[in-house]
């Protein structure tokens, strides 16, 4: 039985999904005009666990992802600022280049932070059908109206609109829009727009055909209509950080439910932010915190998926590098006891070091039957108990921890660790070894070539080049990891 909090309902209750067995789970995706900060990562990571907590629990989850290359204001009104827009102006290139370049660095993250792709992603520039549906449907009901030349959604057809409630308007307001404007076309102040005609956007890349005329989506509607479009009228789980909550996850309520005439998704799952001295990390700040910063600075970025497991999802974070230094000495020191009790079991016959699945090292497995079966479902089953209420991470590392200190044979504690390691993803039995092997001794000279040309790209601050270096070697099935020794490279 899994425990976990619902935004909804405000209470932590026994999970239940629609269909016995089955999750169907939904995370907003990235807005791809940037590399995304390790705050969104937090998000990505903590809904990455979550969704290997069910896994392992024995669900079968199918979870679709959204990409926002479109349409996301920085004000849900007709005023706000195109994040797309603005990336593409900035570095001189087209919108689409935009979206692929950060979305090829978003998931290169994920890969690096061990967070699973999930099992659908979708543009939202790919959906423009659905959209263009969906909000026909809302305008034939009576839920949206024409006015200024956009479509708009008429928040005063609801009985409820603030259906995450408790906060009042002014406070949900606040903090969560750059600048708040009024819109004067709008009938109601909470109205949002579906589809945009009319924009001040003149450059505005990205327009299509619809009975409205030529423009574009707002941002709500692609998650309603990607989410519905993959796991149909009914969903499970519905993720975001809590920046998330208010207006874009209200409105996403409030335009599915009236379209569809019930209830849409049983559970919000919201991540709480990360947050700098100077509070929540975001990428309109600029200057942001990405995984390459990390990692030029030395650090693996398994340690800052410790510490993020180390805390609670539904509590802020606070970012430092002590907070983070002191995380890093505490994920060391619990790899090189995991990688010494797996040496064990190897020196003892009962385990046997693999090539890693991803190339470029080793891991460790405990033969077949080494394990004390009554040991290993004592510890799984208390692991199982921490990840149940309500995702307590850092209560299954510790459970993973007295397990390393268990009355038990090292074989045994071997095998808990990789079942553990399916959720937690920690690369705690990952040993990476210097890279060079199986390539053509042509390429690997254009690989250290490249690698070259990046180092002396980095020395002159020419970040874009450093990183569309790093870009092209991963096209080329090469991937570069910055670490403390230097760079290291390995197949993809
Ligand atoms: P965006 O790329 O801005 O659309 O955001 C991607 C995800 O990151 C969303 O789920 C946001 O709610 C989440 N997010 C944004 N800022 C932070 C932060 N400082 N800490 C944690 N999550 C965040
Ligand atoms: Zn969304």
């Not at 290997?52 to 079968?60: P, S, V």
């Not at 919000?268 to 100077?278: A, G, I, T």
């Not at 797996?342 to 470029?360: I, L, P, S, W």
């Not at 199982?384 to 007295?402: F, H, P, Q, R």
Request: hydrophobic share 35%; glycine share 6%.
């Amino acid at each position: 039985m899994i425990r976990l909090y619902n935004t909804l309902t405000k209470t932590v209750d026994e999970f239940v999904p629609n269909v016995p067995g089955k999750v169907a789970m939904y995370t907003c995706g990235p807005t791809v005009y940037h590399y995304a900060h390790i705050g969104n990562l937090r998000s990505y990571i903590c809904e990455d666990v979550l969704e290997k907590t069910l896994r392992y629990a024995g669900y079968d989850v199918k979870r679709v992802m959204n990409i926002t290359d479109v349409g996301h204001l920085s004000d849900d009104a007709d005023n706000g600022e195109d994040k797309m827009v603005k990336g593409a102006q900035r570095e001189h290139k087209t919108v689409m280049e935009i979206a692929k370049f950060y979305t090829d660095a978003f998931f290169e993250d994920c890969r690096k932070l061990n967070i699973k792709r999930p099992d659908v992603v979708e543009p939202a520039t790919s959906c423009i059908d659905e959209f263009i549906n969906m909000i026909s449907v809302l305008l034939e009901k009576g839920y949206a109206y024409r006015s200024g030349e956009n479509v708009y959604f008429d928040t005063s057809k609801l009985d409820e609109y603030f259906v995450f409630g408790n906060q009042n308007e002014d406070e949900q307001m606040v903090g969560v829009r750059d600048d708040v404007t009024e819109d004067t076309n709008k009938r109601n102040k909470n109205d949002f727009v579906l589809w945009f005609t009319k924009s001040k956007f003149e450059d505005q890349a990205l327009k299509w055909d619809s009975p409205w005329g030529v423009g574009y989506p707002g941002w709500h509607i692609e998650c309603s209509c990607i989410s519905m479009k993959h796991l149909g009228e009914y969903m499970d789980i519905h993720c975001g950080g809590v920046d998330n909550i208010f207006p874009h996850h209200t409105n996403e309520i409030a335009q599915s439910e009236s379209y569809l005439g019930h209830k849409w998704c049983n559970w919000w799952f919201h991540v709480h932010h990360l947050n700098d001295r100077e509070g929540k990390m975001s990428k309109s700040k600029g200057n942001i915190l990405t995984v390459s910063v990390l990692e030029e600075k030395g650090y693996d970025p398994l340690a800052y998926r410790f510490f993020c497991l180390q805390s609670h999802y539904r509590k802020p974070l606070e970012f430092s590098y002590d907070a983070l230094d002191n995380a890093v000495a505490a994920y060391d020191r619990l790899k090189n006891r995991v990688l010494a009790i797996a040496e064990e079991a190897v020196n003892a016959g009962k385990a046997v070091k693999t090539e890693d699945a991803h190339g470029g090292g080793h891991t460790y497995k405990a033969s077949d039957g080494a394990a004390d079966a009554a040991v290993f479902e004592q510890y799984k089953t208390k692991f199982i108990e921490a990840l149940s209420a309500d995702i307590n991470t850092s209560m299954a590392i510790t459970v993973l921890m007295e397990t390393l200190k268990a009355d038990t044979d090292a074989a045994t504690k071997l095998a808990l660790v990789s079942s553990f390691e399916e959720v937690l993803g920690l690369g705690l039995l990952t040993v990476k070894e210097e890279a060079g092997s199986g390539v053509d001794p042509e390429f690997e000279k254009y690989i250290l070539e490249q690698i070259e040309l990046r180092k002396a790209a980095k020395k002159e601050k020419n970040f874009a080049e450093a990183d569309r270096i790093r870009a092209e070697l991963l096209e080329k099935g090469i991937a570069l990891e910055d670490t403390r020794e230097g760079v290291k490279w390995h197949k993809a």
